[in-house]
C-alpha cells in the first residue's frame, strides 16, 4: 500500500464515521458518488485493502509468454540486428518473424538482455526554429551525405547519399552515387525536375559545387574593395537558366530538415541493406527505391499550410540534356575552328554564317560524353580534326666551354697564326689587282 492508497483510505474512514459527506468525499478523491459508495461498501466487506486494485501484483493478461520472450530476445542478439533500438527491433519482429510486441515491451526486454541502453540527453546548442515553407516546392534542401553506407560490405567500393527533401512537406528523393560531383547531383536534379518540376528555390550549403570560391587579398578584404562578379558553377549557371533560386545556408543547423534526414538514414537505412544483405550500389538504389523511400515519403511526409503546388512545368525551351551539361565558352577562329579540351572541331561549310567568325560560341559536353556547339540560337554542325602537331623540340648544341678568358695570363688568339704559310708577294698583289 503507498501513500495515496492510505490516503485514499484516510478519507474513507472519515465517510464512515459521519466527519465528512459523501459528495465532498468523492470531489476530494476525483470519482463520482456512485464509486464513491462502491469503494465504502467494499471497505465494510474487505477492511483495509478496499483501496488496493484488485490485479495489483498480478501479471497482465496481455503479458508475452516467457518463451516468446526469450525467442525475441535470441532474435535480436543476433549480428544482423546489431545496434538496433527498441522501436526498429519492435516493427522487424512483427514484419519478419511474426512475434507482435510493442515498443516498450521491447525496450524492457533489450534492457533486460542488455542489447539496448538508453542515452541521456544533452543540453544542446538552441537556434531560432524557423517555420515550415507553406507550398509543396516553395524551397526544397539538397545536400549530400558521406558515410560507410555498406558497412564494408562492398570492398573499396565508398558511396555518396545526395537527397533533395522539400521544406513544407518533408518528401524526399535520394539516390546513392560514387562521387559527389556535378554530374552525380546533375542526374539527381534531373531526377526531381522531371518527377515534380521546376521548384522556386533549392537550399543548399555553400560548397564549392554551388558558389565560386572567392580569393581575395588581406588588405582588399579590410579596406572594403569591391570584388568582381565571379562566373557561377556549372549548377549555379543550370538553376539560372532553369529560373530557379539558389539560397546559400550559413550553418549546417539553417537546413536541419535534410541532416535530420540524414540522422535516421544513417541509424536505420544502414541496418535495412544490412538485413537485406545490400553489397553494392545498384543493390543500395533498389532497396532505397523500394522500400526506404515509400516508407519515408508515408510514413515522415506531413501536409502542408497550403495546398497549391508552387512547381512550374518544364517548357518546351527546358533542354535538360543541354543545361545540365558542362558548358563554356570558345571563340571561332578565322578558319572557323574551336579548339576545346585540347581537340579542334571545324564548323561545317552549310552552317557558316555572317558573324560568325571571331564570335563566341556556346560548347557543351553532354553527359553521355557528346559535344555540341550552339552559336545564338541555333545549333551548329561540325566535325573533328586532326590536331597540329606540336613543336618539335630544338636540336642538341655541344656545351659552351665556361673556361674563364684568359685564364693563362695571355691571350690565345695569335697562336698558330704565323705557322700556316700564306701567299708570295708576286701572288698577293695579282690577287690585290685582280680584285680591284
Not at 553506407?149 to 555518396?160: A, F, M, S, V
Request: hydrophobic content about 35%.
Amino acid at each position: 500500500m503507498d501513500q495515496r492508497d492510505r490516503d485514499r483510505l484516510g478519507i474513507l474512514k472519515e465517510v464512515e464515521r459521519k466527519h465528512l459527506k459523501q459528495a465532498a468525499a468523492a470531489a476530494t478523491l476525483q470519482v463520482s458518488v456512485r464509486q464513491l459508495q462502491r469503494l465504502l461498501k467494499a471497505f465494510k466487506d474487505c477492511g483495509d485493502g478496499a483501496v488496493v486494485h484488485a490485479l495489483r501484483g498480478r501479471p497482465s493478461n496481455r503479458k508475452m509468454a516467457e518463451k516468446l520472450e526469450k525467442r525475441a530476445v535470441a532474435i535480436l542478439s543476433g549480428e544482423e540486428y546489431r545496434g538496433f533500438g527498441p522501436t526498429l527491433a519492435s516493427e522487424y519482429l512483427v514484419k519478419r518473424h511474426q512475434i507482435a510486441a510493442s515498443r516498450e515491451t521491447v525496450r524492457k526486454l533489450m534492457r533486460q538482455a542488455g542489447l539496448w541502453r538508453g542515452r541521456q540527453r544533452q543540453v544542446e546548442e538552441i537556434h531560432e526554429w524557423r517555420p515550415r515553407r507553406s507550398w509543396f516546392g516553395e524551397m526544397v534542401q539538397w545536400d549530400t551525405s558521406e558515410h560507410d553506407w555498406l558497412e564494408g560490405r562492398g570492398g573499396d567500393q565508398k558511396l555518396y547519399l545526395i537527397a533533395m527533401i522539400d521544406d513544407a512537406t518533408s518528401r524526399v528523393l535520394a539516390r546513392f552515387v560514387e562521387s559527389d560531383s556535378t554530374t552525380a547531383n546533375m542526374e539527381v536534379l534531373e531526377l526531381w525536375l522531371r518527377t515534380h518540376g521546376r521548384p522556386l528555390s533549392f537550399y543548399t550549403d555553400k560548397a564549392g559545387l554551388f558558389q565560386t570560391a572567392v580569393k581575395t587579398r588581406r588588405d582588399e578584404q579590410r579596406a572594403g574593395k569591391d570584388r568582381e562578379p565571379l562566373p557561377p558553377t556549372q549548377i549555379g549557371r543550370a538553376l539560372r537558366e532553369l529560373g530557379i533560386t539558389w539560397i546559400g545556408a550559413h550553418s549546417p543547423q539553417a537546413k536541419g530538415r535534410i541532416e535530420r534526414f540524414f540522422g535516421t538514414a544513417q541509424d536505420r537505412l544502414v541496418k535495412d541493406m544490412r538485413v537485406a544483405q545490400v553489397h553494392t550500389r545498384e543493390q543500395a538504389n533498389a532497396y532505397l527505391e523500394q522500400h526506404y523511400l515509400p516508407w519515408w515519403n508515408q510514413e515522415k511526409v506531413v501536409v502542408p499550410a497550403s495546398e497549391q503546388d508552387a512547381h512550374r512545368r518544364l517548357d518546351q525551351h527546358h533542354d535538360l540534356a543541354a543545361i545540365l551539361s558542362h558548358v563554356e565558352s570558345r571563340l571561332v577562329h578565322k578558319d572557323y575552328t574551336i579548339r576545346f579540351e585540347g581537340q579542334v572541331y571545324g564548323i561545317e561549310r552549310a552552317d557558316i554564317t555572317t558573324g560568325l567568325r571571331g564570335a563566341a560560341v556556346r560548347v557543351e559536353r553532354r553527359r553521355d560524353g557528346t559535344i555540341a556547339l550552339r552559336f545564338q540560337d541555333r545549333y551548329l554542325r561540325y566535325r573533328v580534326c586532326e590536331t597540329a602537331l606540336p613543336p618539335a623540340p630544338p636540336s642538341a648544341r655541344p656545351a659552351k666551354s665556361h673556361q674563364a678568358p684568359n685564364a693563362g695570363g695571355k691571350s690565345g688568339w695569335m697562336k698558330g697564326f704565323l705557322e700556316t704559310p700564306g701567299p708570295s708577294i708576286r701572288k698577293a698583289i695579282a690577287i690585290s689587282n685582280a680584285t680591284s
